[in-house]
T-cell receptor
Framework: GAGVSQSPSNKVTEKGKDVELRCDPISGHTALYWYRQSLGQGLEFLIYFQGNSAPDKSGLPSDRFSAERTGGSVSTLTIQRTQQEDSAVYLC?????????????FGPGTRLTVT | GENVEQHPSTLSVQEGDSAVIKCTYSDSASNYFPWYKQELGKRPQLIIDIRSNVGEKKDQRIAVTLNKTAKHFSLHITETQPEDSAVYFCAASTGGGNKLTFGTGTQLKVEL
């Protein structure tokens, strides 16, 4: 079946502009995660959605970052007033949810470059 | 919150040798420990995972061991092949929310 998809694959934007990144999770996965990977670095947790519960926003680096998940499926990560330090690959993942841990399937990522 | 440390940052082995990557975690409540492989320009992919009720798990040439007392876990790759060359990430989560805290990655290079 289809895996996690993300769009756009690449985004170049000017400092100060807003950007929206989209994630389509695997059908049936109730959990959705956003991570950020800076060049040569590990993955940094940003936000987590599980069903209709309030999202875990504990990883968002500033109030310029926000995300929503509509209808329990597609998610959009919005970065307002982008800064150069926001340049990174933004990865979305989805999984079944529950205690004990389940495999997170990653999308191909969106490479964001802020000039 | 959880903190995961990973060593070494780079590892070079000869084809056929074994490779070992080690991680430590700080939160004793963590109960799920996956390992991801990321090839250049590709998405991370799960290669093996272990839960806290198990001490060791094997899958062909790959094995993971977990020491809950010491709060560390390790990835073992035997009979390494050139296609094993990639960046490997360990991670830990406390299960309920399942958000993963990742280590900083190990660049494994398997030389012919």
């Amino acid at each position: 079946g289809a895996g996690v998809s993300q769009s756009p694959s690449n985004k170049v934007t000017e400092k100060g502009k807003d950007v929206e990144l989209r994630c389509d999770p695997i059908s049936g996965h109730t959990a959705l995660y956003w991570y950020r990977q800076s060049l040569g670095q590990g993955l940094e947790f940003l936000i987590y959605f599980q069903g209709n519960s309030a999202p875990d926003k504990s990883g968002l680096p500033s109030d310029r970052f926000s995300a929503e998940r509509t209808g329990g499926s597609v998610s959009t990560l919005t970065i307002q007033r982008t800064q150069q330090e926001d340049s990174a690959v933004y990865l979305c993942a989805s999984s079944f949810a529950g205690t004990g841990g389940y495999e997170q399937y990653f999308g191909p990522g969106t490479r964001l470059t802020v000039t | 919150g959880e903190n995961v440390e990973q060593h070494p940052s780079t590892l070079s082995v000869q084809e056929g040798d074994s490779a070992v990557i080690k991680c430590t975690y700080s939160d004793s409540a963590s109960n799920y420990f996956p390992w991801y492989k990321q090839e250049l320009g590709k998405r991370p992919q799960l290669i093996i995972d272990i839960r806290s009720n198990v001490g060791e798990k094997k899958d062909q040439r790959i094995a993971v061991t977990l020491n809950k007392t010491a709060k560390h876990f390790s990835l073992h790759i035997t009979e390494t092949q050139p296609e094993d060359s990639a960046v490997y990430f360990c991670a830990a989560s406390t299960g309920g929310g399942n958000k993963l805290t990742f280590g900083t990655g190990t660049q494994l290079k398997v030389e012919l």
